[in-house]
C-alpha cells in the first residue's frame, strides 16, 4: 500500500562520516620522512576519491600502497578496512581495523570501523562487544564526538544485486522513532530506497494496552517501513524487542520479495 508521505526525511553525510574516518590529525602516530609523507598523503587521498566515487577495489590497493611503506598509519589501516567492508572482505577488513586499534586504541572512530568489520566477518560476539563499546561512548562526557553521534553504521552486506547498509541509532530518531535504518543502493552506489524500523507512540500505546504483560516484560510493537522522497510503504508489523538479527531477517526477506524496481530506481 503506497500513500504520500508527509515526514521530513533528512540523509545527511551520516554513513560517509561513520565509515569513513577522515579525520589525521587525530590519529596518534609518528610521522614519517616529509617526502614518504607527502606522498603517503596523495596516495590516500586518491584512495578517499576511489571511495567516493564507488570504487573500494582502488581505494583498497592504495591504501595497502601506504601501509606497505608505513604500516603503522592508522587512518590507512582504518581507511583500508572500511574499502575491504565495502567489497565484503570481512576477514582482511578486521585485519586492518584491529591494527588500527592496536595503534591508536582511544580513537572511538576505530571502534565505528571495528563493528562493520566484525559483521561482515560474521563474529557476531566481537561485534557486539563493540556496539556497547560505542553505546558508552555516547553517554561519555569525555568523548564528545561520539556524543554528537545519532547512531552507527552497524553493517553492509549485499541482498540480490544490492548494496544494504544498516546503521543502529543509539536511541531512536525522529516522529516515528526509529531504531534502526537500512539503506538500499545499487551497484552503481546510488541510494534507490530505504527500509525504517520504527515503533511510534500511538500504535505502541494501543498494542501495550492489548498485550499488557509483553509490555511490562519490555517488549514493543514495531513497523517495518519503507520510505522514499514521496513515498512510504508498509510493510509488516511484528511485536518483540529491537533485535538486530532477526529485524535484518525481516529486511533481507522483503528485498528477496521484491520484484519491481525500487522507486529511485525508475
Not at 23 to 46: D, H, I
Not at 146 to 153: C, D, I, N, R, Y
Request: charged share 25%; hydrophobic share 40%.
Amino acid at each position: 500500500m503506497k500513500r504520500k508521505s508527509s515526514r521530513n526525511r533528512h540523509l545527511t553525510a551520516l554513513f560517509l562520516a561513520m565509515s569513513m574516518p577522515f579525520c589525521f590529525a587525530a590519529l596518534g602516530q609518528e610521522p614519517p620522512a616529509a617526502e614518504s609523507q607527502t606522498t603517503a598523503v596523495s596516495t590516500t587521498e586518491k584512495g578517499l576519491a576511489a571511495l567516493k566515487a564507488n570504487q573500494p577495489q582502488q581505494a583498497l590497493d592504495l591504501f595497502e600502497q601506504v601501509l606497505q611503506a608505513n604500516p603503522n598509519d592508522a587512518a590507512a589501516n582504518l581507511l583500508a578496512a572500511t574499502a575491504a567492508v565495502t567489497l565484503y572482505k570481512g576477514n582482511l577488513a578486521v585485519k586492518y581495523a584491529e591494527k588500527a586499534r592496536e595503534i591508536d586504541p582511544n580513537n572511538w572512530k576505530v571502534h565505528t570501523t571495528l563493528v562493520a568489520a566484525y559483521a561482515a566477518a560474521g563474529k557476531k560476539e566481537q561485534r557486539d562487544q563493540e556496539r556497547e563499546t560505542l553505546r558508552k561512548l555516547h553517554d561519555d562526557p569525555n568523548a564528545p564526538d561520539a556524543m554528537q553521534t545519532k547512531g552507527f553504521l552497524l553493517e553492509m552486506f549485499p541482498v540480490k544485486q544490492y548494496r544494504v547498509e544498516a546503521i543502529e541509532y543509539f536511541q531512536p530518531v525522529e516522529k516515528f522513532h526509529i531504531y534502526y535504518r537500512f539503506l538500499i543502493r545499487n551497484a552503481e552506489g546510488k541510494r534507490v530506497w530505504q527500509i525504517d524500523v520504527e515503533s511510534n507512540d500511538f500504535d505502541e500505546s494501543s498494542w501495550a494496552k492489548a498485550h499488557p504483560d509483553e509490555a511490562a516484560a519490555g517488549k514493543r510493537q514495531f513497523q517495518l517501513v519503507g520510505e522514499d522522497r514521496d513515498l512510504h510503504m508498509d510493510y509488516r508489523m511484528f511485536s518483540g524487542t529491537a533485535d538486530y538479527d532477526a529485524i535484518r531477517a525481516q529486511v533481507v526477506d522483503v528485498i528477496q520479495a521484491q520484484t519491481a524496481p525500487f522507486p529511485g530506481e525508475k
